[in-house]
């Protein structure tokens, strides 16, 4: 409440000065440099330095270094700076937000989210098998979603549009395009498996884009080479050093090609069984071809054995974090997806060869796939969640989310999008063949897509409703808070009249940045009801082998229009959700503003190295983090100077990150300033392997002095120590917003209230900024050599060390 944590809304007097005209040995002034770093949905570098007038000093157009052009060449005119830093930008909002390309991002949502759970895991303290197996879950999680999003474009293609259209001459008559494979027409592809054989190319070439964008994305942001310490720069042990603090962790290039292979492997097998499930069942039926009967079976021995051996590779090895490592396992590499491919290119051979008599009719053979890969992440979500539950007990973190089962709940959504798009673009293809039918009712042309579906779309009118009843409560929580706030407000502005609807305005921004809070529970309880109605769907569609609205005929009159109204409803939706999807992504790639945007939402979600998901879109960090890292090395080695990074929201994560990889002798020449900060408010508590309280205290302990300013209207930043008893203090606030309640002499026009922006306009920031650079030490003899690339440095150490499964 407001009465118990008044703002911060006094000034220091007893801090140090920048202007206190620090000289190097010699008598020559000392130079500081402030280097700035954007939060989330980027800004431009004119915004942040103030100044129309930048030039880029170092970088490219991607992410880049900028000073004001009169700052170009400050190093040469330190006596000009005697009062003041060097003001520098680092933007890189173009790692996220840049091209309109970058809009059909939003397709790999699913494998994103994914991604997160892998390192939503609960701290440790020695149980690595643990984490191993966490993480073994956790990317067998991310390999269902690949093959879940590779079988939804089969049952497009191949069942929808190959088996069940143009096998029928009543839909492939009002499709002009489908008629050459009608069985109408006669012609050498109206043969059911020549049809699946040509709509195979769809799912094909979709895994080959998947593939092409994960290397292609690779190459662009995440090859960047860490900085390489010398050995022994660091004192403690590798073991006992934070993840993040290891040099290899912003450099997964073996994990990452590795995974990819893999994944390109299963999405080949995948179609590959699709067709082999159709073409033998044919040939095994009295009559079929024998010697097709024989390769049939061949094809299946080797579907197994090639995707045993996928799963194999993605189990097998986690992520190598103590060095960078630049090895690459070639074979694997090399030879994974070309064997998958060559198996595809037999099995579409397989289909096509010529079976007289073979017609298509019904769901395609294999329609039970939806249901098992529901199953088995139904059963994946569930053991990641007890792996965690054993984690947390070995290591309780007093603020981490749901109990340690954040990790669980974000993988039980992962499932859930993937589900939405799968499905949603199977019910809208249907749709639209159908014509004026439902899907899986009597009377279409056409049977629909698999019954598992129809009964996923069925329960999220159930969802939906249960949505807003959680959406209620916590609005009903806000309201209550509003309440509290109003009533405290006096004590926040003591001896200022009261104006009702400035009351309620700052009132109602506090409550609502509360809601972040909330979070946790809101994702928790969702991810359970969808757990549980997923099992639902499964059961009832293997249980009743009928869509929905048919299952509940013969019931009472309400269930079953109950049923029919969530079938129709729930198909509507989740097409409805598939269009949106898709308007959302072309509106990005056609307007800038919504591109940036969607870019605030990778920010968050691909800061994390693609442990979990190749297909995921690309870290930022394996780009950003050595960038920030080389630039204040070599500023601060080459000119013995004073450096503050002054990081706001997702930038002060990226400015932590950047610290943690500095060596001690340039991490002491570093002073740290945060504001509107998720260090410990949304990354402490989702991420406490990497984040946790122990992690960041730990941090604070190596820097030589660090600051951050938060505020109560900040629905992102957050204290980033909030315990007691850490001395020197990090936090300073809750910071005054807004600065003033009414009108005054300082602000003859109302304040605004600045929630998570603009924080250097509270006087907070120009002390804090000068203090922190007054408490640096003087400058050290100058060092003998800068950093060398990774790569370098003769005698480069291979990985040897794992930390996160």
């Not at 020549?194 to 070439?205: S, W």
């Not at 073979?358 to 769901?363: A, E, F, M, N, R």
């Not at 984690?391 to 859930?416: D, F, H, I, K, Y």
């Not at 951050?708 to 203090?729: F, Q, S």
Request: aromatic share 8%.
């Amino acid at each position: 409440m407001a009465s118990a944590m008044q703002p911060d809304t006094g000034t220091r007097t007893d801090r140090g000065e920048a202007g206190r005209g620090d000289t190097r040995r010699g008598g020559e002034p000392e130079l500081a440099l402030e280097l700035l770093v954007h939060g989330v949905g980027g800004t431009t570098p004119q915004e942040m330095l103030d100044d129309p007038r930048t030039v880029l000093v170092t970088g490219d157009e991607t992410a880049g270094i900028f000073r004001r052009t009169d700052d170009a060449d400050a190093e040469c005119r330190p006596e000009e700076y005697r009062d003041r830093p060097v003001p520098e930008a680092y933007c890189w909002s173009n790692l996220t937000s840049g091209n309109g390309a970058r809009a059909l991002w939003l397709v790999l949502l699913p494998f994103m989210v994914a991604n997160l759970a892998h390192w939503m895991r609960p701290a440790s303290s020695s149980r690595h098998t643990a984490v191993r197996t966490y993480g073994v879950l956790v990317r067998l999680l991310s390999l269902s979603l690949t093959v879940l999003l590779v079988a939804a474009a089969c049952e497009v293609a191949l069942d929808l549009l190959a088996w069940q259209c143009a096998g029928s001459a009543v839909c492939a008559a009002d499709k002009s395009w489908l008629g050459f494979l009608s069985p109408d027409h006669g012609g050498w592809w109206s043969l059911p498996g020549r049809r699946l054989a040509l709509a195979a190319l769809v799912p094909a070439a979709l895994t080959g884009l998947l593939w092409w964008l994960s290397h292609r994305t690779w190459s662009a942001y995440e090859s960047q080479p860490p900085l390489r310490r010398a050995v022994g720069e660091d004192d403690p042990e590798a073991g006992a050093r934070p993840a993040l603090r290891l040099p290899g962790f912003w450099y997964g290039r073996r994990l990452v090609a590795r995974l990819r292979a893999a994944h390109t492997a299963a999405g080949f097998l995948t179609v590959a069984a699709a067709l082999a499930a159709a073409a033998t069942r044919y040939d095994r039926k009295p009559g079929g071809s024998a010697w097709l009967d024989a390769l049939g079976w061949g094809l299946e021995a080797a579907l197994v054995a090639a995707g045993t051996f996928v799963v194999w590779v993605v189990c097998s090895r986690g992520r190598s974090e103590t060095e960078p490592d630049d090895r690459l396992d070639k074979a694997i590499v090399r030879a994974l997806p070309g064997t998958a491919l060559g198996i595809l290119g037999v099995a579409v051979l397989h289909a096509a060869w010529s079976r007289p008599g073979w017609t298509s009719s019904g769901l395609l053979p294999g329609d039970e796939t939806f249901g098992v890969i529901a199953l088995g992440q139904g059963a994946l979500v569930l053991g990641i969640a007890a792996t965690a539950w054993r984690l947390r007990r070995s290591a309780p973190e007093e603020r981490g989310v749901l109990g340690g089962l954040g990790g669980a709940a974000v993988a039980m959504l992962a499932c859930a999008l993937g589900g939405l798009m799968s499905g949603g673009v199977a019910q809208r293809v249907a749709d639209w063949l159908d014509g004026p039918g439902t899907p899986g009712m009597e009377g279409g042309p056409i049977t629909g897509p698999p019954v598992v579906l129809s009964w996923q779309a069925a329960i999220i009118p159930l969802l939906l409703v249960a949505l807003v009843i959680i959406a209620g409560y916590f609005a009903g929580q806000t309201w209550r808070v509003r309440r509290q706030e109003i009533r405290a407000m006096p004590e926040v502005y003591p001896c200022e009249p009261a104006d009702t609807a400035r009351t309620r305005r700052i009132a109602g921004t506090v409550a609502r940045a509360g809601l972040t809070d909330c979070a946790p529970w809101f994702v928790g309880t969702t991810a359970v009801i969808t757990l549980v109605l997923g099992g639902v769907a499964v059961l009832g569609a293997w249980g009743t082998s009928e869509v929905p609205g048919r299952a509940a005929e013969g019931a009472p009159g309400v269930i079953a229009a109950c049923a029919q109204t969530a079938q129709a409803v729930g198909s509507w939706l989740i097409g409805l959700g598939f269009i949106l999807f898709i308007a959302s992504g072309r509106r990005a790639y056609r307007d800038a503003s919504a591109r940036r945007t969607i870019g605030i939402l990778w920010d968050v979600g691909t800061f994390w190295p693609r442990a979990a998901h190749p297909f995921a879109p690309p870290c930022y960090a394996e780009r950003a983090v050595p960038d920030l890292t080389w630039r204040i090395a070599t500023w601060t080695q080459s000119t013995g100077g004073r450096l503050v990074i002054s990081g706001h929201s997702q930038g002060s994560v990226l400015a932590a990150a950047a610290v943690w990889q500095l060596d001690p002798r340039t991490r002491r020449r570093v002073a740290v300033l945060t504001y509107g900060s998720p260090l410990e408010r949304l990354y402490g508590r989702w991420f406490p392997a990497y984040f946790g309280a122990g992690k960041l205290r730990a941090l604070h302990r190596e820097v030589h002095c660090w600051r951050n300013l938060w505020r109560r209207t900040d629905p992102i930043g957050g204290p980033v120590l909030p315990v007691a008893g850490t001395e020197p203090e990090v936090d300073r606030g809750p910071l005054l917003d807004p600065l003033a309640y009414g009108r005054t002499a300082e602000h003859p026009l109302p304040a605004p209230i600045l929630g998570h922006s603009d924080y250097q306009a509270d006087p907070a920031f120009a002390e804090e900024r000068a203090d922190l650079l007054a408490r640096l030490p003087d400058a050290p003899c100058l060092p003998d050599a800068v950093p060398r690339p990774r790569g370098e440095e003769d005698g480069a150490q291979e990985s040897s060390g794992r930390s996160s499964g």
